[in-house]
C-alpha cells in the first residue's frame, strides 16, 4: 500500500503541474523576447507551481523512499536551479536545465541556427560553476540527435566519442537518452508521411497554414 501511495502521489503531483498553465498576457509587447520570458516566469510560474507546500509535502513522500527527485524546468537561470535545489527549501534535488540546448535555437527549437561551441561550452562552464550539482544531457524526447548537431555526421565515431567524455566528466548526474549509447544519428524519414511525432505534424501544419513553402517545412521538422 505504501508503495501504491508514492506512486498516486506522483502521479497527482504531474497531473498539477500539466495542469498549470503559463500565462504571459501581461506585457506582450515583449512576445519573443527570451530575457523577458524568463523574468516573467521567475515571478509568475514559480511561487505557483514549485514554491508552494504540495510540493514540500510530497519531498517528504520521496524521502521515505529514498527517491531522488529532478524538475523539468524550462526557461529557468542558475539563479533559478539554485533556489529550487536549495537543501533548506526540501523541495528538489536537481534540475534539468535547457540553456544549453537553447545555444543554436532562434527564440524557438523550431529555428536552428549553426551551432557554436564557444557560446555552447561557456553555458556549460557557467552552470558547471554556479549550480553545486547539474543534471548532464545532450539528448531527449524533445531534441534531435548530439552527434549531427553538436558533433559531424562525416565523423560519428569522432564525435560520438569526444561527447561521451564530456557528458561523463562534467560535474553532475549523467542522462543517456535511448540510442545515443550507440550513437544514434536522426531519423531517416523522407517525408511528413511517415512521422507520427505530434507535435512535429501541429508545426508542420502551423507552418503550411502561413504559406512556408514545403521544402522548408520538411527542413524545419528534420533539424528538430
Not at 63 to 80: C, I, L, P, R, S
Not at 146 to 170: C, D, N, W
Not at 184 to 189: A, H, L, N, V
Amino acid at each position: 500500500m505504501q508503495f501504491l501511495w508514492f506512486f498516486s502521489a506522483l502521479f497527482l503531483f504531474l497531473l498539477k503541474a500539466e495542469f498549470h498553465e503559463i500565462k504571459l498576457t501581461a506585457g506582450q509587447e515583449h512576445e519573443g523576447d527570451a530575457a523577458y520570458a524568463r523574468q516573467h516566469l521567475h515571478r509568475e510560474r514559480l511561487p505557483a507551481a514549485f514554491r508552494s507546500p504540495e510540493l514540500r509535502q510530497l519531498r517528504e513522500i520521496f524521502d521515505e523512499y529514498n527517491a531522488y527527485t529532478v524538475g523539468e524546468t524550462v526557461f529557468v537561470d542558475t539563479k533559478m536551479a539554485c533556489d529550487l535545489c536549495a537543501p533548506e527549501r526540501r523541495e528538489l534535488h536537481t534540475v534539468f536545465g535547457f540553456e544549453h540546448m537553447e545555444c543554436d535555437q532562434i527564440i524557438v527549437k523550431w529555428f536552428k541556427k549553426p551551432h557554436k561551441w564557444g557560446k555552447f561550452m561557456e553555458t556549460l562552464a557557467r552552470w558547471q560553476k554556479e549550480v553545486p550539482w547539474n543534471t548532464i544531457y545532450l539528448e531527449n524526447h524533445d531534441q534531435p540527435r548530439s552527434i549531427p548537431r553538436f558533433g559531424s555526421e562525416k565523423y560519428p565515431m569522432e564525435s560520438g566519442k569526444l561527447l561521451a567524455m564530456l557528458t561523463f566528466t562534467l560535474r553532475g548526474t549523467p542522462y543517456i537518452y535511448q540510442g545515443q549509447e550507440i550513437g544514434m544519428t536522426d531519423f531517416d524519414f523522407t517525408s511528413m508521411d511517415e512521422v507520427r511525432d505530434v507535435e512535429s505534424i501541429n508545426i508542420h501544419g502551423l507552418l503550411k497554414s502561413a504559406c512556408v513553402p514545403s521544402g522548408l517545412r520538411w527542413k524545419i521538422i528534420r533539424a528538430t
